[in-house]
T-cell receptor, first 112, second 117 residues
Framework: GDSVTQMEGPVTLSEEACLTI???????????LFWYVQYPGEGLQLLLK?????DKGSNKGFEATYRKETTSFHLEKGSVQVSDSAVYFC???????????FGTGTQLKVEL | DAMVIQNPRYQVTQFGKPVTLSCSQT?????MYWYQQKSSQAPKLLFH???????NEADTPDNFQSRRPNTSFCFLDIRSPGLGDAAMYLC????????????????FGPGTRLTVL
């Protein structure tokens, strides 16, 4: 079945450091890929998405590129801020279905 | 602001005592979802409503039921909670604008954390 694997956290960075959170997937067919973010005490919010190979999703300085050859969708940001502290979830959706398959989430802590 | 609201945010129940969690939305979305998220695990889809049509995931226990009396509200009923049902329960909504299965972004509520004593 479909699955998503994320790097384990927590990831602790200093402000203005570079961020990479790894995400790889296994899926039948050609999935759409997503990154969701969950700030403390809040629900999940869609951060960015990509629907086909080589697409790059971007939002709020975060980027991720859909790499079919490596089945990856790594999340990157060049300079993190304290306000980026949250849990980040990688997810996929296959075909025209309703179901999102999530990774276990990666907690990011950004310190001054 | 249009949003997805979950009540209560924290719920404590006793082993075997039925409990109901509620979700409401002001987005007028036609699809509503319930996810279970256990500590340090990925959210897992329990079921969803596409309009009034109920769609259960194959591995969702019978102990979990759902009701959707109208577009705005959806309830999660746990008939006999066990200790293993302690988790965060997330409600989400989406609008299907291109026919069945072509849903757009899912919008999530803040979740209800359920404790079973």
């Amino acid at each position: 079945g479909d699955s998503v694997t994320q790097m384990e956290g927590p990831v602790t960075l200093s402000e203005e450091a570079c961020l990479t959170i790894n995400c790889t997937y296994t899926a039948t067919g050609y999935p759409s890929l997503f990154w969701y973010v969950q700030y403390p005490g809040e629900g999940l919010q869609l951060l960015l998405k990509a629907t086909k190979a080589d697409d790059k999703g971007s939002n709020k300085g975060f980027e991720a590129t859909y790499r079919k050859e490596t089945t990856s969708f790594h999340l990157e940001k060049g300079s993190v801020q304290v306000s980026d502290s949250a849990v980040y979830f990688c997810a996929l959706r296959t075909g025209g279905g309703n179901k999102l398959t999530f990774g276990t989430g990666t907690q990011l802590k950004v310190e001054l | 602001d249009a949003m997805v609201i979950q009540n209560p945010r924290y719920q404590v129940t006793q082993f075997g005592k039925p409990v109901t969690l509620s979700c409401s939305q002001t987005l007028n979305h036609n699809v509503m979802y319930w996810y279970q998220q256990k500590s340090s695990q990925a959210p897992k889809l329990l079921f969803h409503y596409y309009d009034k049509d109920f769609n259960n995931e194959a591995d969702t226990p019978d102990n979990f039921q759902s009701r959707r009396p109208n577009t705005s509200f959806c309830f999660l009923d746990i008939r006999s909670p066990g200790l293993g049902d302690a988790a965060m329960y997330l409600c989400a909504t989406s609008r299907d604008t291109e026919g069945r299965g072509r849903e757009n972004e899912q919008f999530f509520g803040p979740g209800t954390r359920l404790t079973v004593l």
